[in-house]
Structure formats: structure tokens, C-alpha cells
């Protein structure tokens, strides 16, 4: 009796807890705080924001005093904001991500720079048709990603891909999508012999072939066909990445074009910032890294436009470590430890990107450049100075 009495207090204990956790559940749910899986077909992922000490430990710079682990970590609190939990349409929301450390990329996950293939191509896409991108636009992509990825190579590449090879999908008002995964089987056969890798744009709207990777999931209902669609899509076999613009465009969502042409430039500048931010996430990802989820960092996930303009422009501690980790490889800048010696490194590609901004594209990045120019001083007086009342003076560094 007293066996079964206890085996009958259990099973009632473990009730009641399952209780408890579908009520917390749906209330998580209902104010978008935690998510779990509801629906095998368009379910709810499972998230869980990451605590302070795994921000923190995610980069992994604890009891380190170069220069250089301090460029990583210092302020970081004030200058990177944390990641929070996803509202109903953000990518967490909707995708399993782990997330990657800055020590599980220097072991498993980093995609190694050697003497043979160490340059960064950028393609603008060409389909038989006339070029859908001006060269001042590609130029500008050059040059960022230039400044971001300090010391490599980043040229320019003219692709022109027949479309009979690639599949497509034709839709009544005339418009249509080709599929990403056709094209990046063709531009594996384009990269160069000394490329790292291989990003291009077009600006025709892309999709997924639901029979090589699965579809972006939706939470409440299933979209229409058309809705599937894709911004990007990367190759880690091929090192190769793919995005579309389409989206991108103000245009897109506006029949009539406006007359006013200080809203034509500023459509213009939004395009401009939108791309250049893709292009620069999507090398990180031929760097390695994956979506990030301690911080709001260029690397992080997307769903939608409204959560893709809310990403910063700069990468967080974590992934800023592991891309000047992978490039002091090839430029032999690493110790006996596995740690960049060149304690500079993240001072000057600040300084340099800040420089980039104000030069090349005046009006198109003031928050960006603001945010430079602020931890550019917070740098300073840490690593140089040590005494904040004194004069920067940026030159003698």
C-alpha cells in the first residue's frame, strides 16, 4: 500500500508540474518572452536568453591582460546590447539556434585562410540581361568590406550565369523567383583559384527548394507560395553565398516611385546600408561564424525587414574575436597560446572603419559613425592614455 501510495504522490507531482509548465508556457507565449514547441509543422522554437556570465564567457577573454583582450572587452556592456527574448516574428522565434562560442569556432568551426585562397570576392550577378548594380554601388561594398576584414584582399567579380540551368517559379502579375540552391551549384564553378570565398548579389527575389534545406516556418498559418522566399543563402561546402536585394529595395513595397528626390536618395541610402550590411554578414558566415545569439550583432538572424534594420552595423566581442583570430593565422600574428600578439589590431580596424565612414560615405552612416567615433575615445583613454582628462590625439597612435 505505502509503494503504491508513493508511486500515486508522484505520478500527481509530476501532473501538477506539467500543468504548471503548459499555464507559464502560454504566458510566455502570449507576452513573447520564452518560447517552446507547440506545432510540429509551424511550431515555436525553444529559446533561452543567454545569461550575463555567458555573454561574457562566450568570447572567453577571463584572465587575459594583453592589449588585445581588452580591446575585446572593454565597456563591452555599454557598447554592445544584449540579446532579448524574440517577439513573434523574429528569427529566434521561428529557428533553432545554438549558438557558437568564441572556443567552439577556434576548434570546430572557423574556415582557415592560407596562401593560396585569401581573397574575398564580391559578384554582382548578371542573368543575360543588362547589370542591375551601378559600379559606385559596388564599390562601396568593396571598401566596407575592406575596412571590416582588416588586412584581406577583397576584389571585385563579374559572374554571368545562364538562366536555363536554374530553376524558377512564374507568378500571375509577371513577376518571378529563381532558386538559390540551382545557382549556388553554378557558382561553386565560378570561384577563382585564389578565392576564400564567393558572395554575390542580385536583385531578384530568391527561394529555398524545399528539397535541399527546409523552408523559413510561420508560426500562426502557412503563408501563400509566394511568401517563401529568402535573402540569403550560404554553401559551407562550397564557400560560396548568395543574397538578393529585392526586398531591400523601398521600392519594392511602393507602385509609384515619389517625385521628391530627397526621398529618392533617402530610399537610396536605406538600399545602400540594408546591402552593405548583408553582403558583410554573409562573409562572416564564409568566415565561419554562425547566427549570433549573445548579443545584437551584425551575425544575428533575421525574419523580417523591421528586425534586420533594427541590427547594429558592427559585429559583438565574440565574433569580432574569432575573425581576427582566423586572419592572425595567416599573418602569423598568433603566440604559443593561440592568442593575436598585434595588440592594435582592433584599435586601428576601428579607427580605420570610423575613417572609411566620414570619407566615403558622408550622410549614409552618422549612427554608425557616431558609434565608432565613441569607441574609438573609450579605447583610447583605456589602452593609451589611462587618464581621460588628456587630449586624444589620435595621429601618435
Known amino acids: 500500500m505505502e509503494k503504491k501510495k508513493i508511486r500515486k504522490d508522484e505520478i500527481d507531482k509530476k501532473e501538477e508540474e506539467e500543468k504548471e509548465d503548459t499555464i507559464r508556457t502560454y504566458e510566455y507565449m502570449k507576452w513573447g518572452k520564452f518560447m517552446k514547441i507547440h506545432n510540429p509543422e509551424y511550431g515555436l522554437y525553444h529559446f533561452r536568453v543567454p545569461t550575463p556570465q555567458e555573454r561574457k564567457a562566450s568570447f572567453d577573454c577571463s584572465g587575459e591582460t594583453t592589449l588585445f583582450s581588452k580591446s575585446i572587452s572593454h565597456e563591452y556592456t555599454k557598447f554592445y546590447k544584449p540579446m532579448k527574448a524574440p517577439g513573434p516574428n523574429d528569427w529566434l522565434m521561428n529557428h533553432k539556434e545554438y549558438g557558437q562560442t568564441f572556443r567552439e569556432y577556434s576548434r570546430f568551426g572557423f574556415h582557415e585562410i592560407t596562401k593560396k585562397k585569401k581573397v574575398i570576392y564580391i559578384a554582382p550577378l548578371s542573368f543575360n540581361i543588362n547589370p542591375a548594380f551601378d559600379q559606385s554601388f559596388l564599390t562601396a561594398m568593396i571598401i566596407l568590406a575592406q575596412d571590416y576584414y582588416y588586412d584581406m584582399i577583397v576584389k571585385l567579380l563579374n559572374i554571368n550565369i545562364d538562366l536555363s540551368g536554374v530553376e524558377y517559379r512564374n507568378y500571375e502579375d509577371g513577376s ?54 529568402c535573402y540569403e543563402l550560404n554553401s559551407f561546402k562550397y564557400w560560396v553565398s548568395i543574397c538578393s536585394i529585392c526586398r531591400f529595395d523601398p521600392l519594392y513595397v511602393i507602385d509609384n516611385p515619389p517625385d521628391d528626390d530627397d526621398m529618392n536618395i533617402k530610399m537610396y541610402f536605406s538600399l545602400l546600408k540594408r546591402s552593405a550590411k548583408l553582403v558583410l554578414k554573409n562573409i562572416g558566415h ?72 566620414d570619407k566615403n560615405f558622408y550622410g549614409v552612416f552618422e549612427i554608425e559613425s557616431k558609434w565608432y567615433q565613441e569607441r574609438i575615445e573609450s579605447l583610447y583613454y583605456e589602452l593609451f592614455c589611462g587618464n581621460k582628462n588628456e587630449e586624444l590625439d589620435y595621429d601618435k597612435k
Do not use: H
Open 286 to 357: 564564409m568566415f565561419g561564424l554562425k547566427n549570433c545569439i549573445f548579443f545584437k550583432c551584425l551575425m544575428n538572424g533575421f525574419g523580417s525587414m523591421e528586425e534586420f534594420d533594427g541590427r547594429p552595423m558592427e559585429v559583438c566581442p565574440c565574433c569580432l574575436r574569432k575573425i581576427f583570430t582566423n586572419i592572425s593565422r595567416k599573418f602569423n600574428r598568433l603566440d604559443d597560446n593561440g592568442r593575436v600578439e598585434n595588440d592594435k589590431l582592433v584599435y586601428d580596424r576601428f579607427k580605420k572603419i570610423k575613417e572609411s565612414l
Open 176 to 229: 518571378y523567383q529563381l532558386n538559390a540552391n540551382t545557382i549556388i551549384e553554378k557558382l561553386f564553378n565560378e570561384m577563382p583559384d585564389d578565392g576564400y570565398c564567393l558572395v554575390c548579389l542580385t536583385d531578384i527575389d530568391l527561394y529555398n527548394d524545399v528539397r535541399v534545406i527546409k523552408p523559413r516556418k510561420w508560426i500562426y498559418y502557412p503563408p501563400p507560395y509566394k511568401n517563401d522566399f
